[in-house]
């Protein structure tokens, strides 16, 4: 299957400041990229879907200034949490949709820690 | 907006076989997936059906009844490693996929 690469795997970061994580697709071009957001013991959540070359859209709920989104290329889109807070700590994982439609790839996760 | 329902949790012996049941009311529809998961990592793809009928791969098949909102995953011969949460999904006209909670499935010798 397609590949979907997603850095950093972990990441801790004091209160009040800014996490970037990237979401590539190795060996295609992902016109759409999505976000989630998985708190433990619990399933994944979409936050926004992110098209290339234009803003991307969130989803009821999600503060947009707070989680940044940028897709400027068709294999990179990255999402930045802004002014981060403890209660920011959670799983995020970026998926992939391909030119083609094909089912979306699933990077391997960001564990973001706010102390 | 999407609702999905399957089991939280299920238990099996090593060597038996699990059906993990899911049913879906959806605005939109354009695929079922099943997704496992193990502790702290991402979902890995396992099937998909957009079809009404079973598809098998190996250890696993997926069945799907459209008409029904109802899907299944059959995980066969069941080894300890298969201990892992498993996640339907469905994906609406927009190619957005909405997932269920998981079930939880401990695979016991």
């Known amino acids: 299957g397609a590949v979907v690469s997603q850095h950093p795997s972990r990441v801790i970061c004091k209160s009040g400041t800014s996490v970037k994580i990237e979401c590539r697709s190795l060996?295609?071009?992902?016109?759409?990229m999505f976000w989630y957001r998985q708190f433990p013991k619990q399933s994944l959540m979409l936050m926004a879907t992110s098209n290339e070359g234009s803003k991307a859209t969130y989803e009821q709920g999600v503060e947009k200034d707070k989680f940044l989104i940028n897709h400027a290329s068709l294999t990179l889109s990255t999402l930045t949490v802004t002014s981060a807070h403890p209660e920011d700590s959670s799983f995020y994982i970026c998926?992939?949709?391909?030119?083609?439609?094909?089912?979306?790839?699933f990077g391997q996760g960001t564990r973001l820690t706010v102390v | 907006g999407q609702n999905i329902d399957q089991p939280t949790e299920m238990t099996a012996t090593e060597g038996a076989i699990v059906q993990i049941n899911c049913t879906y009311q959806t605005s939109g529809f354009n695929g079922l997936f099943w997704y496992q998961q193990h502790a702290g990592e991402a979902p890995t793809f396992l099937s998909y059906n957009v079809l009404d009928g079973l598809e098998e791969k190996g250890r696993f098949s997926s069945f799907l009844s459209r008409s029904k909102g109802y899907s299944y995953l059959l995980l066969k011969e069941l080894q300890m490693k298969d201990s892992a949460s498993y996640l339907c999904a469905v994906r609406d006209g927009d190619y957005k996929l909405s997932f269920g909670a998981g079930t939880t499935v401990t695979v016991r010798a």
């Open positions: 998926s992939a949709r391909d030119l083609a439609g094909r089912e979306a790839f």
């Open positions: 060996d295609f071009q992902a016109t759409t």
